[in-house]
């Protein structure tokens, strides 16, 4: 058997666990850590460490969990191991009640070609949305769109996170947050996926 970490450790990687590891089993991606199950001794001192329960034996994986043996077996074989504690994400302490981060998992990969898309030459703003949160984005965000040619939407995170997503095919996506603004180029279709701790507003250039 073997430990796993599950979905509460997306978007707070909390590192108390690898102080009281004996072994060298954790791996350390974005944000997010996994368990190498090859190297995973099954102590259970990491269990208690973590301050939002997201360490489980792989026998007694909460319900909605089961994929995550495998996320950690995987991603265990290409993210650096990690020994030493860090500080916790910036937001961690908001992110650590909130259900349902899977689409928020950052793998690492691709990163290279999923840089975000910058306008080529000057714009100016000429329209800002109201700003929005989790029980106010209006039905059209949430769904495929695009702006129409000659305009670029920014998306303004002001608090928590936002997920961006192209719908054209290619599956790229970006976790949005007050550090991190995204352009909008024109006539490319795409959505936003939010939590509860999100707000933001869409201004627009041309």
């Known amino acids: 058997m073997t430990h796993v970490v599950t979905e509460s450790c997306i978007l ?3 590192t108390d666990c690898v ?7 954790f791996h350390e991606g974005p944000n997010f850590l996994v368990i190498d199950p090859l190297e995973c001794i099954d102590c259970t001192l990491c269990v208690a460490e973590c301050p939002v329960d997201a360490i489980y ?6 319900n909605g969990m089961e994929e995550y043996p495998e996320l950690n077996t995987q991603l265990a074989k ?8 860090k500080p916790a994400l910036a937001d961690a302490e908001a992110w650590g009640k909130v259900r349902d981060k899977r689409i928020y998992l950052d793998t690492g990969e691709h ?11 000057p714009l100016e703003e000429y329209k800002r949305t109201p700003k929005f949160d989790r029980e106010h984005i209006p039905a059209g965000l949430l769904h ?11 998306i303004v995170v002001l608090e928590g996170r936002l997920r961006y997503c192209l719908d054209d095919g290619s599956g790229r996506n970006w976790s949005l947050s007050p550090e991190r603004p995204a352009w909008i180029p024109p006539d490319v279709p795409h959505h936003v996926e939010a939590t509860d701790m999100v707000r933001f507003y869409v201004s627009f250039w041309r």
């Open 111 to 121: 990163s290279a070609e999923t840089s975000l898309p910058e306008p080529t030459a």
């Open 57 to 62: 034996q792989d026998a007694d994986l909460p």
């Open 12 to 14: 707070c990687k909390y």
């Open 144 to 154: 495929d769109h695009h702006t129409k040619a000659g305009v670029w939407g920014r």
């Open 78 to 85: 290409t993210w650096p191991v990690i020994i030493q504690k």
């Open 19 to 25: 102080t009281v590891c004996p072994v060298d089993c």
